[in-house]
């Protein structure tokens, strides 16, 4: 998509939602008033260079509890927070992003500093992308606090079990991306929500995974992460 068009299409957007988007913000506000009801956090973008990402803050502060990786029962996520994470309409305020120039709709999605830094050199193509608010990774691990619910450690679990993949989904997807398979990707996301198993299995599609492949179950879900001992591939040609 051109950058003009998103940009109008994020400025419309902003618009048509702020109501429900103020709604959220005062309900926010209200549950937990010890910080601002937007999020704010430096990221990674397109060539390395750092920006801020805006959400609404779903979370509060616990002291003792650091982990960045949330997990299912997380005591730390507020009950709007909860609520605005399952609609994902916490992601809404990145729609200022795009208006900005710093992210698209759809791209690999935006990583700390500290998550950047584990790339290995593969990995680091990601950065050639303009990071986005949806892909193919983001909607296959949208469960990604169920499954890091059963590990103590959940920034351990994600950077072993789910990282990897993530990225080289992610990665997948740049090589047959266009105008096309990103409008695609944005009515998966929404319609994810809906039937997750159909969405699931048009996205190995679009990465052109093989039928029965161990990319196609870990997609699909017929292969869970926890049970397995497989290692992703260094390079796009999935198995």
Same mark, same amino acid.
Do not use: C, H, W
């Given at each position: 998509m051109t950058i003009i068009f998103e940009k109008i299409i994020s400025i419309i957007g902003l618009f048509l939602l702020s109501p429900f988007l103020l709604i959220f913000i005062l309900l926010i506000y209200l549950e937990d008033p010890s910080e601002s009801p937007i999020f704010r956090q430096q990221r990674v973008g397109t060539k390395g260079k750092l920006f801020y990402i805006y959400k609404l803050r779903t979370m509060r502060r616990i002291e003792g509890i650091e982990f960045k990786s949330t997990a299912l029962k997380d005591p730390r996520i507020l009950k709007s927070g909860n609520f605005a994470r399952k609609i994902k309409f916490d992601e809404?305020?990145?729609?200022? *992003?795009?208006?900005?120039? !710093?992210?698209?709709?759809?791209? +690999?999605?935006?990583?700390?500093?500290? @998550?950047?830094?584990?790339?290995?050199?593969?990995?680091? *193509?990601?950065?050639?992308? !303009?990071?986005?608010?949806?892909? +193919?990774?983001?909607?296959?691990?949208? @469960?990604?606090?169920e499954i890091l619910s059963n590990y103590d450690n959940p920034d351990d679990a994600y950077n072993i079990l789910i990282r990897p993949w993530k990225n080289l989904f992610a990665l997948r997807y740049l090589n047959y991306r266009n105008f096309k398979t990103d409008i695609l990707l944005i009515f998966l996301t929404i319609f994810a929500k809906i039937n997750r198993k159909e969405v699931l299995k048009m996205i190995a599609k679009i990465l052109k995974c093989r039928k029965n492949s161990i990319s196609y179950m870990i997609i699909t879900r017929n292969l869970k992460l926890d049970n397995s001992k497989i290692n992703p591939p260094k390079n796009i040609d999935l198995p």
């Open positions: 809404i305020p990145q729609l200022y *992003n795009i208006i900005k120039g !710093n992210m698209s709709f759809v791209g +690999p999605r935006p990583n700390v500093i500290e @998550d950047v830094r584990k790339y290995n050199d593969f990995e680091k *193509n990601l950065l050639t992308a !303009n990071p986005g608010i949806t892909d +193919p990774s983001s909607i296959i691990f949208s @469960d990604e606090s």
